[in-house]
C-alpha cells in the first residue's frame, strides 16, 4: 500500500473509534445517572427523613459519573487532534 492510502485508512479507523468512545461514553452515563436518579427518588419516597444523607451521595456519584465520561472525551479528543498513531508511517 501506499504512504498516503495507510495514511487515510488510520485517519478513518481512529475516526470510527472516537465516535465509538464518545458515543458510547455518553449513552453509558446517562444511562447511569438515569438508573441512579430513579433509585434515589424511590429511596426518597420510602424514606423522606434520609433524603438529606442520599442526596449527598447522588451527587457526589453524579460528578465522578461524568468525570469519566469528560476524561474518554479527552482521549478521544487527544487521538482526533495528536494522533501518536500517524508517528508509525514516518
Known amino acids: 500500500m501506499e504512504k498516503l492510502q495507510l495514511l ?5 479507523y481512529t475516526s470510527v473509534g472516537i465516535g465509538l468512545m464518545v458515543g458510547l461514553g455518553a449513552l453509558g452515563a446517562c444511562v447511569g445517572i438515569g438508573i441512579m436518579c430513579g433509585r ?19 451527587f457526589l456519584l453524579l460528578g465522578l459519573i461524568d468525570a469519566s465520561f469528560i476524561i474518554g472525551l479527552g482521549i478521544a479528543l487527544f487521538f482526533a487532534v495528536a494522533n501518536p498513531l500517524l508517528g508509525a508511517l514516518g
Open 8 to 12: 487515510g485508512m488510520i485517519q478513518a
Open 40 to 58: 434515589f427518588l424511590e429511596g426518597a419516597a420510602r424514606q423522606p427523613e434520609m433524603i438529606p444523607t442520599l442526596q449527598g451521595k447522588v
